[in-house]
């Protein structure tokens, strides 16, 4: 596969994920969305570190260079940290409400 081909994808994952971001109505599926564009994001980084930018090593060999997946791999453990900060607040607002759609929260007092 091309680096175009990893583009395409990621590009598809990333308007997925805006779509679930702007039409659903459930917080849950919001975060879904959140997580597809930052998934999105991760496979660019890993695909421009590896067809961009090739190294050399001390014996000549081509070898690539780990930034974009030491990058990709702080992107999932923050991705990890925001959705369970995110399922936190989410079931504050189902004891508080009762509900998790986002449009009928309307306070942030109790």
């Known amino acids: 596969m091309s680096l175009q081909h990893y583009l395409v994808i990621s590009s598809i994952l990333f308007t997925l994920g805006i779509f679930a971001v702007l039409?659903?109505?459930?917080?849950?599926?919001?975060l879904m969305g959140i997580e597809l564009i930052l998934n999105s994001c991760n496979l660019n980084?890993?695909?421009?570190s590896r067809f961009v930018e090739p190294a050399k090593n001390?014996?000549?060999r081509d070898?690539?260079?780990?930034?974009?997946?030491?990058?990709?791999?702080f992107g999932i453990v923050l991705a990890a940290a925001e959705a369970a900060v995110f399922l936190a607040i989410?079931?504050?607002?189902?004891?508080?409400?009762?509900s998790i759609?986002?449009?009928e929260v309307d306070t942030?007092?109790?």
């Open 23 to 30: 039409t659903r109505k459930n917080a849950i599926s919001i």
């Open 45 to 48: 980084f890993v695909a421009f």
């Open 58 to 60: 001390i014996v000549g």
């Open 63 to 73: 070898d690539y260079l780990l930034d974009g997946q030491i990058i990709a791999i």
């Open 90 to 98: 989410i079931l504050a607002i189902y004891r508080e409400f009762g």
């Open 101 to 103: 759609r986002p449009d």
């Open 108 to 110: 942030l007092k109790g």
